[in-house]
């Protein structure tokens, strides 16, 4: 967590905790239960869930005489660290009608207080690691809890209005051009002091062929050519999963658009809006991105030229697909017990996206930032960068 | 509806309409709309679904110049009348976060303000019939709304209360031995000058052997013999599709039983109690209804005799599986249009149930009502009663 | 079993089981095997199954020191006999390599040979009934080799000939105008001398209503007019349970029919060939057959009326579907064990269909005769009568 | 193909394509066209499959005059070209009763012939990579075929043996030790003369670490320790999908595996025989590989990491599981149309698998040589080599 240096661990909780109920604000009562699909979890879980986060691994090994908030809530909140536990199946998560949301805020403020006591009376790095990992893991599902809003009031044929312009979905980049890069030995992962992610080393030398890498990412306009190009009918540019998905949804554009008198609409946290052509494309899958890629007649960037490469482009307004698979740096090792289960057991069949997206925490966002979902996935905000 | 005959219209409406949304006064806000399968629909849904039926089926053709609430509900709150237009996906029906409790309670307050008007203007046999039918339209939802959200509840490992003692699911019938009815041409169906529906017309002849029907419902103690004594592990008293049912969901109980220390507990609207050994057997699909008839060496009666035998025994505290599949009496006709998709379209590959339960609503049983469910629904209160 | 009543049981026993691999001429070693779907059944399996059926219930209860051939038979070609042990998923007949077919005619030519002893030796009617329920259920498979033949060819895009004109699927009826049949109490069920399954029993007495019937089955060209008037887009002809049905098909025509050039064909037992608009209308499900009647603004006769009617008319050429659904007949009692398993298990769920097809073997039908399928299925031999 | 240098085309043509035919001599007609699982096709459509591809992509294209055998054909026998047009699905395979065996043996000796003429006539280089392409297509298909086959056999409960020690599935390696790679910038990827697939190409530099890799591949002793120490039932030792396939398959032990009395017995194409812990383990895939290596406390080798050491040990008898994912190597080009098809389009979740089986053909390996599977899949002859 790269935190202005001068705040103190008790600021930067106080501020990260707040900052997730910040973003319920909007929410009426009714919105905070809905679950529309297994992998979109519902508001009230995540307000929960991070707490437990903060009950499991800090304060019952760490806070002497702390007693759980409610022991129910380790079975209903525990996402999936099995060295913990069992634990609800993700498809019920909207069963969850109580705790209501008035208890859930209750949890969290005794494990604030709690946190708050063992802040005062404690300085052990180890503590202080784990605490930061909780902040990082709440960062995690303040961007999860947008995208998972997003898409359950997707599904609403009302397509109610989380809040206009909170999240700037229309931001745009201006940058023209290619950054090229040089053939050669580079070091990639993270060698600095602050927090990072343990899939994130060790820091190694990759070899990498020169490349140019494109400084803006694809726009909605550059899409939208791909579209009316065909691309989405022509098996060529898909790879052959991708191109069964299309088939099996019928899909012809990016989650959320749909067309209206000949005009691109899109839905958006603010409601209904026209597409802005000008914006960065958003909801893509691995899949959408990768073919157009190849009616580009072009690719995407590897995770490693995308890092090295990463000093020379403005990112942050969509996660970037890249074509690297999310695999284990060299030398990874993941944590003992639970901690372990957080990032490594998922090094399989799923895809790596660098940068962050306007839906990313502040202060929750580095070049050796690896994200990762699997090809299919669209309803985060995903874009895609090409190599030239 | 057999309301009390001194009661006009407008108090029935009115009586009717008030005690729905009395059976959400322990709700929180968040219980109203959760969903956990495709078959319980939320409170919310069922509160703006039987006002929906009067905006669609009485106001919209009979009160001149009604304009509908919000045109959006009218696909939001369809359930499946085709004829109307389209409709959301039933298992969409959690998505409704929008509108929220409240826009339907305005809603409800919106269409029942509509209602009085009409009420006070017009007197035609038509627009009584149509206004007859909402009503009990809507006091079927009461029952569903409870079954719904019974079973919402259970899914929740906390178990949560809807209320202590609201709804008596232990009352007992005390009652014993045998009703004999003899060989006989016998007239069953409606015949009354009160309400029907059309599945129970027309009256019609049927052709019955003597047979001797049990005064009392099959108890949880007799159930528990049939448990007891390998009940759940021998095929040879289960219906094909009732054996692959058990062996799919390797049941050994009713629904909503918990053994907890050799003790067998229940969940209930009031929460997991103890089960009470002389109640009525309840929640048991047709497929245990029926193994179990056939472990006793004996059988469920059909629709006709259970009817015929009615009047001579206490019925009302589960709904009884019948020997009868769901089919169109002589001479049935669906009416034109959508209130003929009321029940026609559902004659096929469903059960018919007798009797009522401790959740139907007042003034909402009659000895010839045909109430159905598919074989292997065990979420109704329903309960079994043996040819003897 | 209704064979010409001078035959010997031993001369019945040998041309029924001759029947069956004649059936099988025309088939290549490599048509013996296919499984396409669940629910068709390879040949070689047929051929084996009614084997199992002599070797399990006949010979070892009743031929003194006999051996079985293979104890693997015992588990493959059992179909759905819990009593007498496991059994091969019904989706892994396919899976039957071995034992080759050169195998399975040495099976049955070694069952041949034991029931041969066992017919010289004894003469308890025990064994009789036994050996006569065996030939009627080789007849019922000779009938679903069939249609199980015809189903998996018609998977094969090359559309290969079981043989011309072997099975004449394009025999018509001349038949015209209506019997009426008055109201009154009517006997049905079986009474005779011969053989009959358990499901005609008890016969009882029904009260039935006047009705009028028609002589003549539906023919193609009346059914193409429900087509071609837009039977299979309009809800309101169809039970819900149908109308899904037809939805996720996409249906517009009965089974194995397909418009080529603006004409209608239809995959035959003798390759695809141009619809006869004379012969009765083949290959409906129970959907289908009620949408139809539902458009002509009838119905289709109950179980019961057709039974009573049956004198009055030609039937034969393809399987009916009644209204009735598949219950026990008052008084019905199922055998102890095994044999009990043959119909009773199957009683929900399906509907009856009476007469007879194309298909079914000499000897094999009669006027009590109660068929059943799911509402669904098509691959029968089945088509519709309507009342007038 | 790295055939000896003194062989001909032609004679190379001839000796791959009698060796899939001498691959089925052991067979009956009916084992020819059996499919239990979409995923394994029958030994027909594998012998008509091979000859499609020498008809539509050399003889099509570059015999003139070409008559295709039966136009049929290339839509039974397309596997997944869509540039070439429609192709039957793939679970129907099954359903290919008809052409018979004996037709799809005259298929491929017409084929035969036109290829002599052909290989008789011309001697363009494009002509001839595209033969050689076939050839090692069919290679590929004679080790698919035996799998496809050994799985098929498997399903079927008598267990057929396919021939006893054909292929010696229990040779074993003898070898002890590490071999220890120095860190540094090495050369992957195919630079000799002869045959390549496009995916082994372009020859890359990439930087690898220092790291040992055992001479010998995991035993079926060794894995046995990683059961009987409890290996499949504790998560902390799978990848989360890995865990859920387990959870689901209730998986213990490697595929065909079957404990009787205490001994471990597998199934082979020789028959069930006991297991021989000596030789290396066989039939894992990559969620298992990955679980005991992680057992170990060790890991898989990367692709790279396996090839540069791969001169310094022993391979050939399973298929090794990398840690690998199957990606495009740097300056990966598909070719244009259908031949671009062959791998480009499956680049995403697979595992690279590197070696070769005791299954694979002749002069059909190399160390550069990447196979790819799903991790789930288990089929194959697939076995792990570890990091020391």
């Known amino acids: 967590m790269s935190f202005p240096k001068e705040k103190s661990l008790s600021e930067k909780y106080t501020s990260t905790r707040d900052y997730t109920t910040f973003l319920c604000t909007p929410l009426n009562e009714e919105d905070y239960v809905i679950q529309v699909v297994e992998f979109a979890s519902p508001p009230k879980w995540h307000l929960a869930h991070t707490t437990w986060f903060f009950e499991e691994f800090v304060l019952l090994p760490f806070l002497e005489n702390y007693e759980v908030f409610d022991s129910r809530f380790q079975f209903l909140f525990n996402s999936y660290y099995n060295n913990v536990g069992a634990m609800l199946a993700r498809n019920f998560r909207g069963a969850i009608n109580r ?22 009376q404690t300085s052990s790095s180890e503590i202080e690691e784990r605490i930061v990992l909780g902040l990082n893991h709440e960062q995690q599902h303040q961007e ?6 997003k898409f359950a009031f997707s599904k609403n044929p009302c397509f109610p209005v989380y809040k206009s312009d909170f999240i700037p979905e229309h931001q745009k980049i201006n940058a023209k051009g290619t950054k090229e890069i ?51 009918d022509n098996s060529n540019f898909w790879l052959d999963e991708g191109w069964n998905w299309k088939c099996r949804q019928n899909s012809g554009a990016p989650l959320y658009w749909k067309k209206q008198d000949q005009e691109w609409f899109h839905f958006t946290l603010g409601g209904q809006v026209k597409i802005d052509e000008e914006a960065p494309v958003c909801h893509l899958n691995f899949y959408e991105a990768a073919a157009f890629a190849a009616w580009r007649g072009t690719r995407l960037p590897t995770e490693f030229e995308w890092e090295v490469a990463s000093a020379h482009f403005e990112w942050g307004l969509r996660w970037e697909w ?32 660098r940068g962050a997206s306007i839906a990313t925490s502040a202060h929750h966002s580095r ?6 979902f699997h090809a299919n996935s669209q309803w985060q905000f995903s874009g895609v960068r090409l190599i030239s």
């Open 144 to 149: 999860l809890l947008l995208s998972d809003l």
């Open 182 to 232: 040089l053939e050669g030995v580079y070091e990639v992962g993270f060698n600095g002091d602050g927090f990072c992610y343990d899939n994130e080393k060790e820091r190694h030398k990759v070899y990498l062929r020169s490349f140019g890498i494109e400084k803006a990412p694809v726009s909605n306009a550059e899409y939208m050519e791909f579209m009316n190009a065909g691309g989405y």
């Open 367 to 372: 070049n050796t930032y690896r994200n990762f």
């Open 99 to 120: 705790p209501t949301v008035e208890e859930v805020y209750a949890y969290r403020k005794y494990v604030d207080n709690a946190m708050a006591s063992l802040l005062q």
């Open 322 to 353: 890249t074509q690297s698979a999310y695999l284990p740096y060299p030398g990874f090792k993941k944590a003992e017990g639970a901690i372990g289960e957080y990032n490594g057991k998922f090094m399989l069949n799923q895809q790596v996206l």
